[in-house]
Each structure stands twice: as structure tokens, then as C-alpha cells.
């Protein structure tokens, strides 16, 4: 039957808040692909426990979307949006669609239901929820993503509103990133309870002014009975004033500085470090430390909400669950392969990502009832400084692999504002997480992009990808490690490619910012050679931040990252310091370890 008309909801409950979205979409997303053209079919939402995710079927037009949940339902009406509409959900605030006329549709299953591999699937929000966060809610419902893990001092500034648009959407947020401080802040407890606070050197920590809102290097006195206590009670308080929330973190402060005072001290081997793949050779191993703790404030959390989850992290020096952790069925670890290599999955052979491969698989093994989250970087680590870092098509592959090994979601760091650079990443994340193939997928995401320049736009990427390839056998995105190891060749060649796609399609946004990409990397290229070379400096350094401050109005740059790392290189200049990354100095000592080790050596 063809259909070219908004359908009649009349038979449609609206009861629930998610359905009549679903409703709503539904009727908006015709509208836009059809026009107000009279109504010539029905819909009807039907719940359905029985079935494993969604599934579209019509019968004498009467168009039906059933799923175990009203969510399900939701994502039912996006999906018949994509594949039969030709909507394309690229980005927040900004719907392609790629089709006009009337559709036709066969009686019987249009869209067959699938088996869902992944129970959490989204991203890690490093910033303030803003006046955009409902379209980023909106994108999210969109491509099936259903878990946002925030700041919480982020989290309490979102208002009711807008916690209601992630809640209708089927989005769980999770309020806990990086939150030591949050639940014991040195400003309240200090005074009263100094023993409360990491001792480093014979001496507890203190509150500094203008300290590092990561408090890098400062943690807990994390075996004081007392402050393990205070904690929970603090974590009670928190969910009840937010009831709406399922879960809290218990994540260290961001870096190292583990407490050394007697009874912690218990916990280190001080013969084992930890491994260079974690960047912590530096420091001893921090896992029986943080486990201990974090076992005992879930049992003591379960006696009192054993509705909540328990979420923590495995993170450089605590990467590996501690011998005779139990991943209990309230806790739920974000297993994080911080600084990993690009130029291989991560179950591929590879001096850093078969470390990784094998802190995952321990953790996999060690659930009993618990989840295991991999907390991705599909946007490069540190800094957000649009590095090239080609994942669209290996985001499948490592998924496959992670289904195999249990693992029970995948979250990724992401920034709307360089949404043109890395989004392809998120869109195939968030397929691939849904069970979609790479042959199916990206085939339809590069026409949605690039039209009838499909393959021209897959052509760019590939090159994009050659370029870190070509960075050695194993590549980390920060600009040293890809701008000492590249020649500038291959950036000049990109933005030839650019060049070719825009002239095809001059007026296409998105082009124009493939376009100004491939040049800020010929342009932060050419800059980093001269600098070694000695013929550039503080001037130059200025002139490319300018640049790329001139294209404020694109989705290219997370600007607010590039004034910090910028200084930071003018500042070595200044001190007649090397300049390898941000001028901390342990993190230093690990690049210069990868000038050997990334090549091979």
C-alpha cells in the first residue's frame, strides 16, 4: 500500500508520557515527509512483553509499533522513521531526511524485532547541561542511546524540566562522575575531620585556593571506617532529594595521591607498580584500596536502598578487579581504556590494547549479578582538541567482541560543539550497540551524509585514518604523539579531498566543516614542524588559536578546551621547557616513553 499522509492517532492512549511523544513524532516526522495531506492510514502502539525490542508491522492499513516497553515503542517510531521515511538523525537539532514522495509498504513485518546486546549504551557529559540539553535528550531517544553519566554538580542545576525530557525519553542519568569531593568536600569536612583525607608524606591533605576542580593527586583516607560511613549517608540524602535517580557513583578524584597513612599503607605492595599501558608505573597499584572501599559502601548502601546501584571505575592505577572482587548485582564498574591505541581494536594483538583486552575479560569474569560498562574515548582523551580518530566502521567489530566477552554497555566522553568531527563515531556507536551490522549501517549513514558522493566521503575517512596509521604501529591521539610521527603531506592531500567533496555540494554545512577540519590539521601541522625547527613560536601559537577561534559558529571545535592546552604551550616556551602535552610533569615522563614504545621499539 502507499501511503502519503500523516496517520490517525485517535485510537492511540496517551496516558503515558512516552507514548504520547511517540505519537507526537510520529505525526510531526509525517508531516515533514509528507506534507497536511489527508490521513489514508492508522497507527496503534501496542505493548508487548514477550518481544525483545520493537518490531513494525502493517496490516490493512493499520500501521502497528509493538515493544516490551512504551520506550521501545519510541524507538519504534524513530526507526520507521529512518528506514522508511529516509529521516537520518545525524545530530542533535538537525534531522536529514533524504526522501519525498508517497512510501509504499508491504502487509506483514516492515521492521522485524532484534535481540538487544547492550542493556547501557550513551555518553560521559564533561559540562554544564545547557539550553541544548533537550536536543541533546532528543538525539539520544533518537539513535536508541539510554545512558548519560554527569558531573552531579551538574546534575543538581538541571531543573525539573529537564530532568522530565531525558526521564520520558527512557534515559537514565547517572550522577556520579569523578565525585570524592563531592561527598566528603574538603571545605565542609576538613576542619572538623582532617582524618578523613588522604596523608601523603606524613601529611593529611588540605583545601588549597584556585585548586584543580579534578583535585588531581588528592584523594580519601578510603579505609576510615568513619568516613565510609558519612558517605553512605550522604549518598541516602542524595537520592532522596532526587528519587527520580537509579543509581550513584563512587568514583576517586580525578589522577592519583592515594592516602599513605598506616592502615592504608596495608593495601600497596610497594614492590608492584603499576604498568606503563595505564600510565602508572609511578605509583603503586590502587586496586585493593579503592575495591575494599567500594565493597563495603555497597553493602552498606544495599542494607539501607538496595533499590540503587552502585557504580565505580577501573582507571590507570586501578584497572584490574583486585583478587576476590565480585562484581555483586548492584554494582556496576565503568572500565575506562584511558590513552589506548587507535591503530588497532581493542582485542587486536597490541603492547597497549591486549592490556586492556585482558583488565576487561577479568572483569567480565568476575560478575556475579553486576555489569560491566567500557567507558570509551571515541573523541580522543584529555583534551578535545578534533584530532583525527576514525572509529565508524571498528566500533562494530569491537562490539561483536565485547558481546562475546559479557560486557554489558559502552559509554563514550563526546562534545556537541565538534559534533561535524566525530559524530559518525556516536552514530555508529550507538547502531552498533543496538545490534545493527557494519554492512548495514554505514553504507546508509554515508549516503545520508554525502549523497551520491557516498563513496568519496568514505574515501576522505579512509584517508583520515591512513593519516594516523601512518603515525606507526601504534598511535594515541594527543598532538604529540600524531604530529611528531606524521609528514605533512598526507594534512595537504585531506584537505585536497575536502576541497573535492565541497565542490560538489557548496552549500552542505557539514562539508564546509570537513573542510575547515582537514585544514586546521595542515595548519596545526605546519605549525608544530616549524616550532621544532625552531622557526616558530608564541606569535604562531596565537595566530592558530585565533584561527580557530574564527569558526566559533561551526561544529568543529570545543574552543573553551584549545585556550587551556594553548597555554600551556606558551608557558613551557616561557620557562624553556620542553613541550610535550599540558606540562604535567608525570604525564611528560609517559610520552617520552612512547617515543619508543608507539614506534615499536
Same mark, same amino acid.
Given at each position: 500500500?502507499?501511503?502519503?499522509?500523516?496517520?490517525?492517532?485517535?485510537?492511540?492512549?496517551?496516558?503515558?508520557?512516552?507514548?504520547?511523544?511517540?505519537?507526537?513524532?510520529? +505525526?510531526?516526522?509525517?508531516?515533514? *515527509?509528507?506534507?497536511?495531506?489527508?490521513?489514508?492510514?492508522? @497507527?496503534?502502539?501496542?505493548?508487548?512483553?514477550?518481544?525483545?525490542?520493537?518490531?513494525?508491522?502493517?496490516?490493512?492499513?493499520?500501521?502497528?509499533?509493538?515493544?516490551?516497553?512504551?520506550?521501545?515503542?519510541?524507538?519504534?517510531?524513530?526507526?520507521?522513521?529512518?528506514?522508511?521515511?529516509?529521516?537520518?538523525?545525524?545530530?542533535?537539532?538537525?534531522?536529514?531526511?533524504?526522501?519525498?514522495?508517497?512510501?509504499?509498504?508491504?502487509?506483514?513485518?516492515?521492521?522485524?524485532?532484534?535481540?538487544?546486546?547492550?542493556?547501557?549504551?550513551?555518553f560521559i557529559q564533561e559540562y554544564p547541561f545547557d539550553e541544548n540539553s533537550p536536543l541533546l535528550a532528543d538525539w539520544m531517544a533518537k539513535n536508541k542511546l539510554n545512558f548519560l553519566n554527569v558531573w552531579m554538580k551538574y546534575y543538581d542545576k538541571l531543573d525539573s524540566n529537564g530532568r522530565e525530557a531525558f526521564r520520558i525519553r527512557g534515559i537514565e542519568i547517572q550522577s556520579g562522575h569523578h565525585n570524592f569531593d563531592y561527598w566528603i568536600p574538603a571545605a565542609k569536612y576538613h576542619k572538623e575531620h582532617?582524618?578523613?583525607?588522604?596523608?601523603?608524606? $606524613?601529611? *593529611?591533605?588540605?583545601?588549597?585556593?584556585?585548586?584543580?576542580?579534578?583535585?588531581? $593527586?588528592?584523594?580519601?583516607?578510603?579505609?576510615?571506617? $568513619?568516613?565510609?560511613?558519612?558517605?553512605?549517608?550522604?549518598?541516602?540524602?542524595?537520592?532522596?532529594?532526587?528519587?527520580?535517580?537509579?543509581?550513584?557513583?563512587?568514583?576517586?578524584?580525578?589522577?592519583?595521591?592515594?592516602?599513605?597513612?598506616?592502615?592504608?599503607?596495608?593495601?600497596?605492595?610497594?614492590?608492584?607498580?603499576?604498568?606503563?599501558? +595505564?600510565? &602508572?608505573?609511578?605509583?603503586? /597499584?590502587?586496586?585493593?584500596?579503592?575495591?575494599?572501599?567500594?565493597?563495603?559502601?555497597?553493602?552498606?548502601?544495599?542494607?539501607?536502598?538496595?533499590?540503587?546501584?552502585?557504580?565505580?571505575?577501573?582507571?590507570?592505577?586501578?584497572?584490574?578487579?583486585?583478587?576476590?572482587?565480585?562484581?555483586?548485582?548492584?554494582?556496576?564498574?565503568?572500565?575506562?581504556? =584511558?590513552?589506548?591505541? @587507535?591503530?588497532?581494536?581493542?582485542?587486536?594483538?597490541?603492547?597497549?590494547? &591486549?592490556?586492556?583486552?585482558?583488565?576487561?575479560?577479568?572483569?567480565?569474569?568476575?560478575?556475579?549479578?553486576?555489569?560491566?560498562? @567500557?567507558?570509551?574515548?571515541?573523541?580522543?582523551?584529555?583534551?578535545?582538541? +578534533?584530532?583525527?580518530?576514525?572509529?565508524?566502521?571498528?566500533?562494530?567489530?569491537?562490539?561483536?567482541?565485547?558481546?562475546?566477552?559479557?560486557?554489558?554497555?559502552?559509554?563514550?566522553?563526546?562534545?556537541?560543539?565538534?559534533?561535524?568531527?566525530?559524530? /559518525?563515531?556516536?552514530?555508529?556507536?550507538?547502531?552498533?550497540?543496538?545490534?545493527?551490522?557494519?554492512?548495514?549501517?554505514?553504507?546508509?549513514?554515508?549516503?545520508?551524509?554525502?549523497?551520491?558522493?557516498?563513496?568519496?566521503?568514505?574515501?576522505? =575517512?579512509?584517508?583520515?585514518?591512513? @593519516?594516523?596509521?601512518?603515525?606507526?604501529?601504534?598511535?594515541?591521539?594527543?598532538?604529540?604523539?600524531?604530529?611528531?610521527?606524521?609528514?605533512?603531506?598526507? =594534512?595537504?592531500?585531506?584537505?585536497?579531498?575536502?576541497?573535492?567533496?565541497?565542490?560538489?555540494?557548496?552549500? &552542505?554545512?557539514?562539508?564546509?566543516?570537513?573542510?575547515?577540519?582537514?585544514?586546521?590539521?595542515?595548519?596545526?601541522?605546519?605549525?608544530?614542524?616549524?616550532?621544532?625547527?625552531?622557526?616558530?613560536?608564541?606569535?604562531? /601559537?596565537?595566530?592558530?588559536?585565533?584561527?580557530?577561534?574564527?569558526?566559533?559558529?561551526?561544529?568543529?571545535?570545543?574552543?573553551?578546551?584549545?585556550?587551556?592546552?594553548?597555554?600551556?604551550?606558551?608557558?613551557?616556551?616561557?620557562?624553556?621547557?620542553?613541550?610535550?602535552?599540558?606540562?604535567?610533569?608525570?604525564?611528560?615522563? =609517559? /610520552?617520552?616513553?612512547?617515543?619508543?614504545?608507539?614506534?615499536?621499539?
Amino acid at each position: 500500500m502507499l501511503i502519503n499522509g500523516y496517520p490517525n492517532f485517535s485510537e492511540i492512549r496517551c496516558e503515558d508520557a512516552t507514548l504520547a511523544l511517540a505519537a507526537s513524532e510520529m +505525526s510531526a516526522l509525517c508531516i515533514r *515527509r509528507f506534507g497536511r495531506e489527508d490521513k489514508n492510514w492508522s @497507527i496503534r502502539f501496542q505493548i508487548d512483553r514477550e518481544l525483545p525490542s520493537f518490531e513494525v508491522t502493517f496490516k490493512e492499513r493499520v500501521l502497528y509499533i509493538s515493544g516490551p516497553t512504551s520506550v521501545e515503542i519510541l524507538y519504534g517510531v524513530y526507526d520507521f522513521a529512518e528506514k522508511i521515511l529516509g529521516f537520518f538523525f545525524f545530530e542533535p537539532g538537525n534531522d536529514l531526511l533524504n526522501g519525498d514522495g508517497p512510501v509504499e509498504l508491504p502487509e506483514g513485518i516492515v521492521i522485524p524485532a532484534r535481540k538487544v546486546p547492550f542493556k547501557v549504551r550513551g555518553f560521559i557529559q564533561e559540562y554544564p547541561f545547557d539550553e541544548n540539553s533537550p536536543l541533546l535528550a532528543d538525539w539520544m531517544a533518537k539513535n536508541k542511546l539510554n545512558f548519560l553519566n554527569v558531573w552531579m554538580k551538574y546534575y543538581d542545576k538541571l531543573d525539573s524540566n529537564g530532568r522530565e525530557a531525558f526521564r520520558i525519553r527512557g534515559i537514565e542519568i547517572q550522577s556520579g562522575h569523578h565525585n570524592f569531593d563531592y561527598w566528603i568536600p574538603a571545605a565542609k569536612y576538613h576542619k572538623e575531620h582532617p582524618e578523613f583525607f588522604a596523608e601523603i608524606e $606524613g601529611v *593529611r591533605i588540605k583545601p588549597e585556593k584556585d585548586e584543580n576542580a579534578l583535585l588531581l $593527586g588528592k584523594q580519601l583516607c578510603t579505609t576510615n571506617k $568513619g568516613l565510609r560511613k558519612e558517605i553512605v549517608k550522604n549518598m541516602v540524602e542524595y537520592i532522596e532529594r532526587n528519587p527520580e535517580l537509579k543509581s550513584v557513583g563512587l568514583t576517586p578524584n580525578d589522577g592519583f595521591g592515594w592516602c599513605q597513612c598506616e592502615e592504608c599503607s596495608k593495601f600497596y605492595d610497594k614492590s608492584k607498580h603499576g604498568e606503563l599501558y +595505564s600510565l &602508572s608505573t609511578h605509583v603503586y /597499584i590502587a586496586d585493593r584500596i579503592y575495591h575494599d572501599m567500594v565493597r563495603d559502601v555497597a553493602q552498606q548502601l544495599g542494607e539501607k536502598r538496595p533499590d540503587l546501584d552502585l557504580y565505580f571505575c577501573a582507571y590507570i592505577n586501578y584497572c584490574r578487579p583486585s583478587e576476590g572482587f565480585k562484581l555483586t548485582p548492584n554494582l556496576t564498574v565503568m572500565m575506562a581504556p =584511558y590513552w589506548r591505541c @587507535i591503530n588497532h581494536r581493542i582485542d587486536e594483538e597490541c603492547p597497549i590494547n &591486549s592490556h586492556y583486552a585482558d583488565d576487561i575479560k577479568a572483569w567480565c569474569d568476575c560478575k556475579e549479578g553486576g555489569k560491566v560498562v @567500557i567507558y570509551e574515548y571515541y573523541m580522543g582523551v584529555n583534551f578535545y582538541l +578534533s584530532l583525527p580518530q576514525i572509529f565508524h566502521r571498528t566500533i562494530f567489530q569491537e562490539c561483536a567482541w565485547y558481546e562475546s566477552m559479557g560486557v554489558d554497555g559502552i559509554a563514550t566522553q563526546f562534545h556537541p560543539p565538534h559534533w561535524s568531527v566525530y559524530g /559518525i563515531n556516536f552514530i555508529a556507536m550507538a547502531k552498533a550497540l543496538r545490534g545493527e551490522k557494519e554492512e548495514e549501517a554505514v553504507p546508509v549513514m554515508m549516503k545520508a551524509l554525502f549523497g551520491s558522493d557516498a563513496a568519496e566521503g568514505e574515501a576522505f =575517512y579512509e584517508h583520515m585514518k591512513s @593519516i594516523t596509521a601512518s603515525a606507526g604501529p601504534c598511535h594515541v591521539t594527543y598532538p604529540y604523539a600524531l604530529f611528531s610521527r606524521t609528514a605533512l603531506a598526507p =594534512y595537504a592531500e585531506a584537505v585536497k579531498l575536502a576541497d573535492a567533496l565541497l565542490k560538489k555540494a557548496p552549500q &552542505s554545512r557539514f562539508r564546509k566543516e570537513l573542510r575547515i577540519w582537514a585544514e586546521y590539521l595542515y595548519r596545526y601541522k605546519s605549525l608544530f614542524d616549524a616550532f621544532h625547527a625552531g622557526c616558530a613560536g608564541i606569535p604562531e /601559537i596565537d595566530h592558530l588559536l585565533n584561527w580557530v577561534h574564527s569558526h566559533r559558529d561551526t561544529h568543529v571545535f570545543v574552543h573553551d578546551r584549545f585556550d587551556p592546552y594553548f597555554e600551556a604551550w606558551r608557558t613551557a616556551i616561557r620557562k624553556g621547557k620542553e613541550y610535550l602535552h599540558f606540562n604535567l610533569d608525570w604525564e611528560d615522563d =609517559y /610520552i617520552r616513553q612512547h617515543r619508543k614504545t608507539l614506534n615499536g621499539k
